[in-house]
């Protein structure tokens, strides 16, 4: 059975005046020292009694064997406050009492005597309106009133209009009755009760009685009431925080649920009260069963989760989840956290992997030293949303790993499992080593190799890599052939830095800007030299290239291409690129960038197979746009030798520069994004934290490992531009934003399903669609790649767009016209100033 919030602060009470006894230290041998501390407003009470040891080992009654906290007990009456110390009630103000005494005799006097000794902010009031006012503006602690005759005061009012009073719920009402009332009239009792007070005590005028009397109150009704006002401060806290918080009992079943948990998931806390976990929020039983073996030894475990929202849609979070003993060793409750892997903004100034480093939203964003972002970025990749069984099955490896830490054979023979399981191409390259094992018939190899391969595998040329050691600057490589106007070389002089202005740059060539950003490239990385081609073919080339983009597109068209090419070339010029990147590499990245998308129709390929299109029918309604992009890129380039840009190479070398290039654009297909992003990370972001510090731990140089680095660096560029600065990102956005409205527009003309329903152009809105796609692709994936490549730039960016998005979301700009008139006014200014005639 669950209980609601008030039933588990009973619950959490009760338990912290249960394990009151609790032993704290031993660091005084000889003596016993009996603490008894209250947090209850601060008023320490320490009362320590110096024993002999041996004496009051003496003493000891229970037959239990003796442990070392038995030679000294340092009793603490409040564990919370010994944990928790800054949350509890400041410290130093004492208990207030109101003391209502309408006569003045011995036993109103003796309280008062009681409260002073106690050092209690005692108040004396003889009428009922002023005891009010008194409260009212003090909200005491404690309120004693007497009601021994019915002459005085209407103390049944009085009470009530007390509880009426916001805020009364933390004060103790006690009515002083007469003794024999006390002793004999359960009646008058229940009737105080039920008018608000908490207790009634007999009268006495004896002063010892009394401050005893106090002082239980203090220990028993007034320090567990102030403990309800901090949990229900946390609970605000909770409740105000963006983390989903749920706290279940040991046998997962619901317990608390915070509003942001509420809010995403749809569902409100009264619903999900003495459910499971499982029945009602985390659809992966692998997963759940993994934390709960972490659990249940008392161990805090994180990972993956998906949750399923009210409207059964899911969503993949990290979790932290956390055991919770409230009494003995075993857990008796369970907190987990979990973020839902938006923006890490505190990562710097949280430590590494804590749960509050996986915070999103905050509305700080730092530009940051790249080293700890990169490693606590890689704490969280750990645990990134990534369910592929491949996965899920390297976790369970770790942790058998763990449950056989004695058993060096066997974590060897796991070791080689994971190691095994790592590399990229599972099967094809198995199926090869085995067969080498088996079989010295080359026929028998080739026929198998050519049935497992999904397509021909070249050799790997290795010779050609080059030192790590080159200039991250963009160095004008004259061209023999090619001249552009001076106001393009000047800005193609900036084409290697981020923040590179693609529209100013389609604006100055008239919208050729794949032809001359693409001739910088070629030959600041050398590529007549690596393909053995002449620069006119190459011209001829991006010529014709795009000329094969659709200038009408408004997203996917030639600028688009060059933005990716332009990336690439950025990535291409990092250090860790180079050290991995050979010459054809190079080369083939910048082909396959530049034709990544070449005749696009500007309609998805689910567009395509719903109209019955010829490329769909072509290619089987599966990877219908890439297949066809990588087929026109070669179509076109061998259908003219004046074109053909690989027309010298060797028939080895030309086989593998087509690999890469098909084997990149088809890794531009978003239907296997999650696919590519969890082999990158499982191949270069698992082990960071095992590793010594310094040490390449993966084997970067196996053609494998190349192969998902390359398909990680094009996916990135090709939707790199929420990571832009901020005016080109809004002008992506609005391209792209554009071409889904169109093609929703078209979808309903020609009655074909709609692919997008919410991309209409009357009630989309742009931020939100922005906002989307970074929490949902861009944010992971960028951390991840920045993890590897390390570009802190992009994430910043991606940050500080993320929040202007929400603002101008916010601010209702959500339509492409509003849109339009943003980019008029506050987002006019050009990244680089337009070059001024002098220059
Ligand atoms: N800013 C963006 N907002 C929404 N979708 C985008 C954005 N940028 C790229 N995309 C989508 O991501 C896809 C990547 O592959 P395509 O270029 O074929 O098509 C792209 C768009 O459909």
């Known amino acids: 059975m669950g209980c609601s919030p008030s039933a588990l602060l009973e619950h959490i009470h009760r338990d912290s005046s249960a394990s009151h006894e609790k032993v704290l230290s031993n660091k005084i041998p000889s003596t016993v020292v009996v603490n008894l501390q209250t947090s209850t407003k601060g008023q320490s009470m320490k009362t320590s009694i110096h024993k002999d040891s041996n004496r009051s080992l003496l003493h000891r009654k229970s037959s239990l064997a003796l442990t070392p906290e038995d030679e000294i007990l340092e009793i603490n009456r409040s564990p919370l406050e010994g944990r928790y110390g800054n949350i509890l009630p400041p410290s130093k103000s004492p208990i207030k009492v109101l003391l209502v005494f309408p006569y003045s005799d011995a036993v109103g006097e003796v309280f008062t005597l009681a409260a ?108 567990p009431h102030s403990q309800h006002a901090t949990c229900q401060a946390l609970y605000a806290a909770l409740d105000k925080c963006k983390d989903l918080v749920v706290v279940t009992d040991e046998n997962y079943k619901f317990q608390y649920m915070n509003r942001a948990c509420e809010k995403l998931l749809g569902f409100r806390q009264e619903d999900t009260l003495g459910k499971t976990l499982q029945e009602q929020l985390v659809s992966d039983t692998v997963q759940i069963n993994t934390m709960g073996s972490s659990l249940l030894r008392a161990r805090e475990w994180s990972g993956s989760l998906t949750l399923k929202k009210k409207t059964q849609d899911t969503i993949v979070t990290s979790c932290k989840a956390v055991p919770f003993a409230s009494g003995g060793r075993m857990p008796t409750h369970f907190v987990l956290v979990f973020d839902t892997n938006f923006l890490d903004t505190n990562a710097l100034s949280q430590p590494r992997g804590s749960v509050s480093s996986l915070r999103r939203g905050s509305a700080e964003v730092r530009s940051v030293g790249s080293d700890y972002l990169r490693r606590s970025s890689l704490a969280k990749l750990n645990a990134l949303p990534l369910e592929a069984p491949i996965t899920k099955i390297l976790t369970l490896l770790d942790q058998a790993k763990d449950f056989s830490p004695g058993n060096a054979q066997v974590v060897q023979l796991l070791e080689k499992i994971e190691e095994t399981l790592r590399t990229s191409e599972l099967y094809t390259s198995h199926a090869k080593d085995d067969l080498k094992m088996r079989t010295d018939e080359p026929v028998v190899s080739d026929l198998i ?211 890469n290039v098909i084997d990149m654009i088809l890794a531009t297909e978003m239907t296997k994004h999650f696919e590519h992003l969890a082999k990158f990370v499982n191949v270069f972001c698992t082990r960071e934290t095992d590793q010594p510090e310094g040490e390449d731990y993966f084997p970067l140089s196996l053609p494998e490992n190349v192969t998902l680095v390359k398909r990680m660096m094009i996916k990135c560029s090709d939707v790199s531009n929420p990571t832009r600065p901020l005016r080109l990102c809004v002008e992506w956005a609005r391209r792209i934003a554009e071409e889904y409205f169109q093609q929703t527009d078209e979808e309903k003309v020609k009655g074909l399903p709609v692919v997008m329903p919410m991309f209409d152009k009357n009630t989309c809105s742009i931020p939100k669609s922005q906002i989307g796609f970074v929490d949902y692709i861009i944010n992971d994936m960028f951390e991840a790649w920045n993890a590897f490549i390390d570009m802190p730039e992009l994430l910043t960016h991606m940050r500080q767009n993320y929040i202007r998005w929400k603002e101008f979301d916010e601010q209702g700009h959500t339509t492409l016209a509003d849109i339009k008139k943003l980019q008029n006014t506050v987002l006019m200014s050009p990244i680089f100033p337009k070059p001024s005639k002098n220059d």
């Open 116 to 223: 002073e000794k106690l050092c209690f902010d005692a108040t004396l009031i003889c009428t009922d309106n002023e005891a009010l006012e008194q409260f009212q503006s003090k909200a005491h602690d404690l309120v004693i009133i007497d009601t021994r005759s019915v002459k005085g005061i209407d103390f049944g009012t009085l009470c009530r209009s007390i509880r009426n009073t916001k805020g009364s719920q933390h004060t103790v009402i006690v009515g002083v009755v007469k003794k024999q009332v006390f002793e004999k009239d359960e009646k008058v009792i229940q009737g105080h009760l039920e008018s608000g007070f908490n207790r009634c005590i007999a009268e006495s005028s004896n002063l010892t009685n009394c401050v005893n009397e106090l002082t239980m109150l203090k220990h028993g009704d007034i320090r």
């Open 449 to 659: 190799t050519a049935l497992l391969s999904k397509a021909p595998q070249p050799s790997q040329s290795s010779s050609s890599r080059r030192s790590s050691n080159d200039s991250a600057v963009y160095r004008p490589t004259k061209s023999t052939f090619f001249r552009a106007p001076s106001i393009i070389r000047d800005l193609l002089d900036t084409c290697l830095s981020w923040e590179f202005d693609i529209f100013r740059l389609e604006e100055l060539s008239k919208k050729r800007p794949l032809q001359h950003l693409g001739m910088s490239l070629f030959l600041h990385f050398d590529v007549p030299n690596t393909l053995l081609c002449d620069e006119k073919t190459l011209f001829n080339w991006l010529t014709v290239m795009e000329a094969n983009y659709h200038s009408d597109n408004s997203y996917h068209n030639s600028t688009h291409a060059a933005d990716v090419m332009q990336a690439t070339a950025g990535f291409l010029e990092k250090e860790r690129m180079k050290s991995i990147m050979d010459p054809i590499d190079e080369a083939t990245s910048l082909i396959a960038a530049a034709t990544h998308d070449v005749d696009h129709p500007g309609r998805s390929s689910a567009f395509l197979s719903n109209s019955d299109s010829v490329l769909a029918i072509l290619y089987n309604d599966v990877t219908v746009l890439e297949s066809h992009h990588a087929a026109l890129t070669f179509k076109l380039t061998l259908g003219d030798d004046r074109i053909n840009i690989f027309k010298n190479l060797d028939r080895e070398v030309y086989k593998i520069a087509r690999h």
